[in-house]
């Protein structure tokens, strides 16, 4: 039996999204990644094998969230125009214009 995570995946793909979104792809390390997940470069290779699947997978982890962002606004939002203002603007609350 192996050993319980001290980070959850849902957890660590979170931090990493966060590094990731200050430094960029291009000065993403494990070394980085390590340090804002608070665990080891090894144990995030062996997590994830690679940088770029490390990558993959904290993007894809953001693809899942903006789904279902999208899909809970999409249920709450009203059929009519400021509705559908309204659920395009939900994943950005920076950008919302002060008409809705």
């Given at each position: 039996m192996?050993?319980?995570?001290?980070?959850s995946?849902?957890?660590?793909?979170?931090r990493l999204l966060d590094a990731l979104e200050t430094v960029g792809p291009d000065g993403f390390s494990f070394s980085k990644a390590s340090r804002a997940v608070g665990l080891s470069?090894?144990?995030?290779?062996?997590?994830?094998?690679?940088?770029?699947?490390m990558i993959e997978a904290t993007l894809l982890h953001?693809?899942?969230?903006?789904?279902?962002i999208?899909?809970?606004a999409d249920?709450?939002?009203p059929a009519?125009?400021?509705g559908a203002i309204s659920m395009l603007l939900r994943?950005?609350?920076a950008a919302r214009p002060s008409i809705i």
């Amino acid at each position: 039996m192996g050993r319980s995570k001290t980070v959850s995946d849902n957890v660590a793909l979170d931090r990493l999204l966060d590094a990731l979104e200050t430094v960029g792809p291009d000065g993403f390390s494990f070394s980085k990644a390590s340090r804002a997940v608070g665990l080891s470069a090894a144990t995030l290779v062996q997590r994830y094998g690679t940088r770029e699947a490390m990558i993959e997978a904290t993007l894809l982890h953001a693809w899942d969230r903006l789904d279902a962002i999208t899909a809970g606004a999409d249920a709450e939002a009203p059929a009519n125009p400021t509705g559908a203002i309204s659920m395009l603007l939900r994943p950005c609350p920076a950008a919302r214009p002060s008409i809705i």
